[in-house]
């Protein structure tokens, strides 16, 4: 062999030799750390595994380049602020956050973190960013509230059970989002020719006993408003409507498949997964500050048929025909 040809041969031969530590010193992939305060309840389990599938599309993949941290009260409002400053003690990269309560605890544990909302109502309303179109400070993500809802639950419950002249709202006085979703009812309820009467839902006995304030006065159909400590307890506001005889709605599918009757709102699903999109822009170097909020693109209308029957309901074609899911 001649000298050139030797020279090729022990060129290939360090460059061969080499692959193994060329590749060895490519620095690995960063691992992102995303933390998530949630409520709980359906809001929280129907859409957290949607928001991972889409983590997953995006290229985040669990135990490998992203560390999920989550944190979630379980419909304890006491648990929040706790638990938000645990995660801000992390230092995550963001931080998705469920329900109102849980992001005003988490505001006040980090103004610099950036914060994605997946399930929030009225964040303007509350305070929690200046407009939809461009936040300001560390929150962005997705309301979960949109116009005409509220007025569609009173419109739905006339269609169920027309005799109703009397509706009853479980709700929470000191959530803002509640505040704003109450006065669309009560002018929807003087539309409609009902009266409307609120009563607070909070801590574990005032459900029971607010069940049996509407029975005694005559409520002859229920709202449920969105709220995580509600959707901790779906199972027990189904079984409390059902003794009182109470056809009842609520904003998510959560609630019929507990065997409640009714709901209509957002999709639950679509918000987180929307939410993920949020997290991935921020890694990659968006500012929430400049981030538009979103509002829900997809709706859904659930229906319990066993529980319309146990109730002694007939529930019109026109309702069926727009259901997306008919629980048998």
């Known amino acids: 062999m001649s000298i050139p040809g030797i020279a090729r041969v022990v060129v290939l031969a360090l460059a061969v030799s080499a692959l193994p530590f060329a590749a060895e010193a490519q620095p690995a992939q960063k691992r992102v750390r995303v ?18 599938q889409r983590m997953r599309e995006l290229g985040y993949v669990q135990g490998e380049n992203l560390a999920l941290e989550v944190r979630n009260a379980e419909g304890r409002a006491e648990r929040y602020a706790a638990l938000a400053a645990e995660l801000v003690g992390l230092a995550p990269e963001v931080i998705v956050v469920q329900g109102n309560v849980a992001l005003a605890a988490l505001r006040q544990a980090t103004q610099t973190i950036p914060i994605v909302m997946a399930m929030i109502g009225d964040p303007v309303g509350a ?57 669309a009812i009560q002018e929807a309820g003087r539309a409609a020719s009902v009266s409307v009467v609120a009563r607070d839902g909070r801590g574990p006995d005032p459900i029971a006993q607010a069940f049996s304030a509407m029975a005694a006065e005559q409520i002859g159909a229920l709202i449920i408003l969105p709220d995580p ?58 500012k929430p500050a400049e981030l538009p909020v979103g509002q829900p693109l997809e709706f859904e209308l659930v229906v319990n048929l066993k529980t319309a029957r146990a109730l002694g309901l007939t529930l019109p074609s026109s309702i069926l025909l727009r259901a997306d899911r008919v629980i048998e």
């Open 35 to 52: 933390g998530v305060l949630a409520g709980g309840g359906s809001g929280f389990h129907t859409g957290f595994e949607p928001f991972r």
């Open 127 to 183: 305070g929690f960013i200046t407009s939809l179109a461009r936040p300001g400070g560390n929150i962005t993500g997705l309301s979960n509230q949109a116009e005409g809802i509220s007025p569609k639950w009173v419109e739905l419950l006339k269609e169920v059970a027309p005799a109703s002249a009397r509706l009853g709202v479980l709700w929470d006085p000191n959530n803002v989002a509640h505040a704003k979703m109450w006065g």
């Open 229 to 286: 400590a509600f959707s901790a307890k779906l199972r027990h506001i189904a079984e409390l409507a059902a003794r009182h005889k109470l056809p009842a709605i609520y904003a998510f599918r959560g609630f019929p498949l507990a065997g409640g009757l009714i709901s209509y709102g957002p999709s639950v699903a679509d918000n987180w997964r929307r939410a993920a999109v949020y997290v991935d822009k921020i890694v990659k170097g968006a």
